[in-house]
C-alpha cells in the first residue's frame, strides 16, 4: 500500500489541525494504521493507531486527550485531528500501515509501509 500524509503546516499554539493519510494501492481495510512523529534530532515516535475497522484507537499519552486517530475505509484515508496544540508538538508527522495481523504498535518496526511525512510547526 502506498501512502500519502497531508495537512501539517505552520500553526499558532493552541490551534487545532487535523492531517490526512490517503492509502492507495491496496484495500485498505486489510491495514491496521498509525501515526508517529519525528522531530529534528529526534528518534521517530509512536502517536497513534488505529484497527482495521476503526473500532480500537489508541493515543500515546502526551497528547491523549489532544488528538484523536480516526478513518474512513471507504475513502481510503485514515485521520490525525490535533487540538490545543503546542511547540513541543513540532515534527514531520509519518503515517504508517500494518499488513500482519494486531493493531496498535509503537515501535517502528512493527509497521511495513510508510508515507512520506508531513511538517507541522507549532509557534509559541
Known amino acids: 500500500v502506498q501512502l500519502q500524509a497531508s495537512g501539517g503546516g505552520l500553526v499558532q499554539t493552541g490551534d487545532s489541525r487535523t492531517l490526512s493519510c490517503a492509502a492507495s494501492g491496496s484495500t485498505f481495510s486489510r491495514y491496521a494504521t498509525g501515526w508517529f512523529r519525528q522531530a529534528p534530532g529526534k528518534a521517530r515516535e509512536f502517536v497513534a493507531a488505529?484497527?482495521?475497522?476503526?473500532?480500537?484507537?489508541k493515543t500515546v499519552d502526551l497528547v491523549k486527550g489532544r488528538f484523536n486517530i480516526s478513518r474512513d475505509n471507504a475513502k481510503d484515508t485514515v485521520y490525525l485531528q490535533m487540538n490545543s496544540l503546542k511547540p513541543g508538538d513540532t515534527a514531520i508527522y509519518y503515517c504508517?500501515?500494518?499488513?500482519?495481523?494486531?493493531?496498535?504498535?509503537?515501535?517502528?518496526?512493527?509497521?511495513?509501509?510508510w508515507g512520506r511525512g508531513t511538517q507541522v510547526t507549532v509557534s509559541s
Open positions: 504508517a500501515a500494518r499488513s500482519a495481523a494486531g493493531w496498535g504498535g509503537i515501535t517502528v518496526s512493527a509497521y511495513d509501509s
Open positions: 488505529i484497527s482495521r475497522n476503526g473500532g480500537q484507537a
